[in-house]
């Protein structure tokens, strides 16, 4: 996605150790042109899988996982960090390494809001390692949902997350062309944020 690449190399910031800050588009400010764009995009590639709900991990995944949904047409579910009073007992739970935060988050869906009916679209906004992703699809596989696909706004080609969920892919008869990302990384050089060309 052009548009999306263009931001990122106007305004992400390479901070070292795999790290890209994307703050002041997408993980702290949001901007919703942007946001409204990667939305349709994500709904244009899955488009006619019967998509029921939207799933992805509480907060950075929120935006664009919403913007999906709005073209979708769909509810988003977000998986929650902390267990609320509110929701109903015995949640799906899993647990995530979180590589911005460096400690282990747990994520947690109610049962009332992922069922065995539903057909789950994953989307976040990195796959870099794959770890919040695998949680999330084990949440999906933990509710009897069917996966449908799984999209992420940037890839970090060079962590390995993508081969880790095409071994997924293949446990849980998903095409790996319903795992997709709008600008994919293929390395910082010199400070500098590289593409790979698609």
Do not use: C, W
């Not at 913007?67 to 899993?94: H, I, Q």
């Not at 949902?145 to 999209?151: F, K, P, Q, S, Y």
């Not at 500098?192 to 698609?198: A, S």
């Amino acid at each position: 996605m052009q548009a999306l690449k263009d931001k990122i190399k106007r305004e992400g910031k390479y901070l070292g150790k795999g790290i890209l800050k994307v703050d002041s588009f997408m993980n702290h400010q949001i901007d919703p042109k942007l946001m409204k764009e990667i939305g349709e995009e994500f709904a244009r590639h899955f488009a006619g899988l019967g998509t029921t709900r939207i799933l992805t991990a509480e907060t950075s995944g929120i935006a664009p996982a919403l913007s999906a949904a709005l073209a979708l047409e769909v509810p988003l579910v977000f998986a929650r960090k902390n267990k609320p009073v509110t929701m109903a007992e015995n949640p799906y739970k899993e647990s995530a390494p979180s590589h911005t935060h460096g400690k282990v988050v747990e994520l947690i869906v109610s049962p009332e809001y992922l069922s065995p009916d539903d057909s789950v679209l994953i989307i976040d906004d990195f796959l870099a390692s794959a770890r919040t992703i695998k949680a999330l699809v084990k949440l999906v596989k933990t509710s009897g949902a069917n996966l449908v696909g799984i999209g992420a706004v940037i890839e970090k080609s060079f962590e390995g997350g993508r081969q880790a969920l095409i071994e997924l892919a293949d446990e849980l008869n998903l095409p790996l062309t319903r795992i997709h990302s709008l600008a994919v990384i293929e390395k910082f050089e010199d400070n500098q944020i590289v593409f790979k060309e698609t």
